[in-house]
């Protein structure tokens, strides 16, 4: 890591022709530049090599197909440890012959089985139905008729005649007919009420549940279904039927006349279900032959379209020269990988047909060019949270190298806990060491990928975590008592007291009292704070003085390192009319509160500690009187110190537009300034009025921002209290039962409480303290240096293309 962007410059690639495609290719391998628009008035669809993108894109089509089919044969696609490389323009044609005989084949086997199944869940479902209405048939015919003559008939009756053999229906020429089939279950009621109220009563229908679930034909969904069987008279009913039976999309099968013809059918049913089921084995043996065969070659075709996709889309970026003999392309580069770039196009010059060799050359520019800040695995993350608040500018100091620091640091000072530092040490650590595995894993879950990416952000955190929990001396809300404490009540109760130490629940320890207080525990905080009933106010008070020395501290690196930008960029007119007003202004007010602050830690001891004034109430009275007889006798100096930030604040506002308007009507001072500050028009009301924002952003946020710190004092105390209350309420409750059971109970009990610890102290409070550290890194910090309005270097690099299929979940 940098800790500023690295130089950049704009550079033209002659590309020869016979050779761009490999040129492109070495360059997309090594990820060197980024490469600008030549033709930003040519649409996408008039382009040179349109078709190459077209033939591109069909061969995606082909991949996704065959990676959809390996998916659902449930085939894994091995991938490869090194991706491999574009594959020559004259390959392309070659693969694409293969991707579409493979595509033919795959979709001929396809649609033939998806005949044969369709086929076999007809004659299933003809089975069914052959087996269900014989039981229909049998108990109709065990049902004996009792029809008695009516007065009077408003249907014909059904009744034989003893005179002439046949009912009444057959003498008005009407002919008995049956339809039988299979319907949805959810449609059986409207079903049966539609063929009541078309047919008037002139059907019979029985029906009945299928025991087991069948797909669907048309939509292959499985689901419940009905066999029914209607029974009906007159050629005029049996349309009727037959239209209603298509309304509801049953599935209709021939109904044999007799129990014989029954049999014959099932026997040819049994015999024609056996044979497709063997057709449908084989087919899938076969149709698994072909996609494990393509699987093995699927993960490299993949690659190779990609890379073949991306190296078209750079060459229609490119123009070509008069001569119409070589491609020419612009590049953003860095300085320092020109000699590789080089190296690049002349080992693709060699792959190509070209008799003449590509070339690289190096052309000014008055163009703003992107940010390139390199990162490995350790510092990605936080070169991360960097850029969430913005791009810095080119040259820009970057606040990164230092964010690796201060923010696990910010964060363990409100995450304070031995114990949970380690537990979330652990889990980092976890992942660093399988991070190998994870990354092939590729997992589709974004909250444990946040996670994954953030590794060593979380380890840092941990780690610092630990630090401070060891200062803080707090383990689970508890203290570890390691070189023992500084404080002894021995010394204060003799014999003769015995009778106070039994009658009072408290004891004060008075260390002006020889012997209680024998000096200062060697590190972090006396144990013996845990105990006391005054701890809170004790670490009331240490925890926000701490807060407010850390940010000011903070808060002044970042006003030192906005003068690296000045002298940087040329503006020493900068450094003392910006960087050196800032500085005094912010050191002579909140530099001197830091200054009470640890003078009264050194001047004041337990037996003088009544007469140390509030710090608070001193400084607020330092800007409304000045006569004061405090610490020492510093009226003088603190009349001095607010002197000079007030002076520093008309400097501040009128000193850079004062500047700028006098180097514009000629002065000869400090000559050398950035190129935004010469602008042909100069115009001073806008200049003043933006410096203006910035004097009243930068004089109040210094209150607002180190008010703001407060929250390392507010978190750390919550995070301490949740702690203390978790262990109150869960832990302290199964060490009560002190019987043999005890130990039995301790164990869900214990379950309990790390569930909480995890869920609460360590999930939810961790990330509250991330953003809260997260906010002091991007307002009160990055702000008095960063910008953050670049724009980032985005390399072309095959590597960081990215993939429809993996975005799919194909891959």
Sequence with gaps: MVFRSEEMCLAQLFLQSGSEYDCISELGELGLVEFRDLNPSVSSFQRRFVSEIKRCEEMERILGFLLREIQKAKIAVPQE??????????????????????????????????????????????????????????SRSRVSLILTQPLYEEFPTMETDSATGSTGMQRLGAKLGFVSGLIQRVKVEAFERMLWRVCKGYTILSYTEVDESLADLDTGEISKSFVFLISFWGDQIGHKVQKICDCYHCHLYPHPENDEERAD??????????????????????????????AESAYTWVVQVKKMKAIYHILNLCSFDVTNKCLIAEVWCPVSDLANLRGALEKGSRKGDATVPSFVNRIPSSDTPPTLLRSNKFTTGFQSIVEAYGVGDYREVSPAPYTVITFPFLF???????????????????????????????????????????????????????????????????????????????????????KTVQTNALLTLDPNVSGVFSGPYPFGIDPIWNLAVN???????????????????????????????????RQKFSVYLLFLPE???????????????????????????????????????????????????????????????????????????????????????????????????????????????????????????????????????AHAQLSEVLWAMVMRLGFKVTTEVGVVFLVPVFGLFAMLTVSILLVMEGLSAFLHALRLHWVEFQNKFYHGTGVKFLPFDFSQLPSVFEQDGLL
């Design 81 to 138: 440890d090194e991706s491999p490389l574009a594959p020559p323009p004259r390959q392309v044609l070659e693969i694409m012959e293969q991707l579409q005989r493979l595509e033919m084949e795959l979709s001929e086997v396809a649609k033939n089985k998806d005949k044969l199944q369709r086929n076999l869940l007809e004659l299933t479902e003809y089975t069914h139905m052959l087996k269900i209405t014989r039981t229909f048939i049998h």
């Design 265 to 294: 059918v099932l026997d040819s049913l049994r015999t024609r279900i056996q044979d497709l089921n063997n057709v449908l084995h084989r087919t899938d043996d076969y149709l698994r032959q072909v996609l494990q065969k393509a």
């Design 412 to 498: 363990a000072v409100m995450f304070g806990d031995l114990g949970h530092g380690v537990i979330m040490s652990l889990f980092a650590l976890w992942m660093v060491l399988t991070e190998k595995n994870q990354n092939k894993k590729r997992s589709s879950n974004e909250i444990w990928m946040t996670f994954f990416h953030g590794r060593y952000i979380i380890l840092m955190m941990g780690l610092f975590s630990i630090y401070t929990g060891l200062i803080y001396n707090d383990c689970f809300s508890k203290s570890l008592n390691i070189f023992g404490s500084g404080w002894s009540v021995k010394a204060m109760f003799t014999n003769q007291h015995n």
């Design 535 to 569: 701890r809170l106010s004790f670490l009331n008070s240490y925890k926000m003085k701490m807060s407010v020395i850390v940010g000011v501290i903070h808060m002044s690196f970042g006003v030192v390192l906005s003068v690296f930008n000045h002298l940087h960029f």
């Design 583 to 717: 500085l005094l202004f912010l050191i002579c007010l909140f530099g001197y509160l830091v200054f009470m602050i640890l003078y009264k830690w050194l001047a004041f001891s337990a037996r003088n500690s009544s007469q140390a004034p509030s710090i608070l109430i001193h400084f607020i009275n330092m800007f409304l009187e000045f006569n004061l007889v405090g610490l020492i006798s510093q009226t003088g100096m603190q009349v001095f110190l607010l002197l000079i930030a007030v002076m520093c604040v008309p400097v501040l506002l009128l000193g850079k537009p004062l500047y700028l308007y006098w180097q514009q009507r000629g002065g000869k001072g400090l000559r050398r300034l950035n190129i935004s500050c010469t602008a042909l028009q100069f115009d001073f009301a806008d200049v003043l009025l933006h410096q203006a924002i910035h004097t009243i952003e930068f004089c109040l946020g210094c209150i607002s921002n180190t008010a703001s710190y407060l929250r390392l004092w507010a978190l750390s105390l």
